[in-house]
């Protein structure tokens, strides 16, 4: 009996070695909570879960493409459309745990006035474009930093063990387009210039925190409005879904930068 006690033993260990090997990205999405705003809930994408009213939580948006893709043991979807950084606080921080490995979150857009600068560019000068979006761009490097501090901050309190991916925004607009009407060059290039200051903000704070971070701008370069291939909207009804990723903007555009990080 010695003998097969000692190939059992062995085999165990042998078993146990290669668990230990598993790389941590692979059991990252054990437990998965989806925190953020429209971009994250998938407004745009045109078909909500009745329960999420106003959040308007999609099976397209790309937490749920994951999720369905990757089966977790768990997954919380709390990304709220037009929420900011105070509403993530309040309204969706409690969904972490010790227990959750992974959590995603896009955040900052609208802190910083995405839809007022949107309304103001559609049917202002350019000129009044350019100054609102100047303002935009000056709130998120004054004032945006501190906010997103105290939410990385209080998402690695409660999720002490849990991988962060911090997703961006895209470029809106390519410059110059094919778009024949619409928003001046002047307005499209001022817009895309708040996206590239937001990409600087935002992936400054995350990498201060040690989270994962993803440019969004590079996935969306081609495929931008008043592109040949768009994966966002432009001015859209119900209004709401305007200037957001659509289906192929989720599942081509933001679901695979996700992957390349949880595999």
């Known amino acids: 009996m010695r003998p097969v006690r000692l190939l059992l033993s062995a085999a165990l260990a042998a078993a146990a070695a290669l668990l230990s090997v598993v790389p941590a990205e692979a059991e990252a999405g054990a437990n998965y909570v989806a925190l953020g705003d429209s971009y994250s809930s998938g407004t745009g994408t045109g078909s909500y879960y009745s329960d999420s009213g106003s959040c308007k939580r999609s099976q397209y948006a790309y937490p749920a493409l994951w999720a369905a893709s990757h089966a977790p043991a768990s997954f919380k979807f709390v990304a709220c459309s037009g929420a900011k950084t105070g509403d993530v606080v309040n309204n969706q921080l409690s969904a972490l745990s010790v227990t959750t490995t992974l959590a995603s979150i896009s955040i900052g857009g609208n802190d910083a006035g995405f839809t007022d600068v949107i309304t103001t560019c559609t049917f202002g000068s350019d000129q009044t474009c ?8 000056a709130y998120a490097t004054g004032t ?7 939410v990385y901050a209080q998402i690695r309190n409660r999720a002490p063990s849990a991988q962060v991916v911090v997703l961006g925004y895209p470029r809106l607009y390519k410059v110059p387009g094919s778009c024949s009407v619409g928003m001046s060059d002047t307005k499209r290039a001022a817009i895309n ?5 937001l990409h600087t903000v935002i992936s400054g704070r995350a990498a201060a925190k040690s989270f994962a971070y993803r440019d969004l701008r590079g996935a969306f370069t081609g495929h931008e409005i008043c592109s040949s291939d768009w994966w966002l909207n432009s001015l859209s009804f119900p209004v709401e879904e305007s200037y957001h990723p659509n289906r192929n903007g989720q599942r081509l555009g933001y679901l695979p930068q996700l992957t390349a990080v949880t595999g």
């Open 193 to 197: 210039s708040a996206a590239d200051t």
């Open 144 to 150: 945006l930093p501190g906010l997103l501090d105290n």
């Open 130 to 137: 350019v100054n609102r979006v100047n303002q935009a761009k």
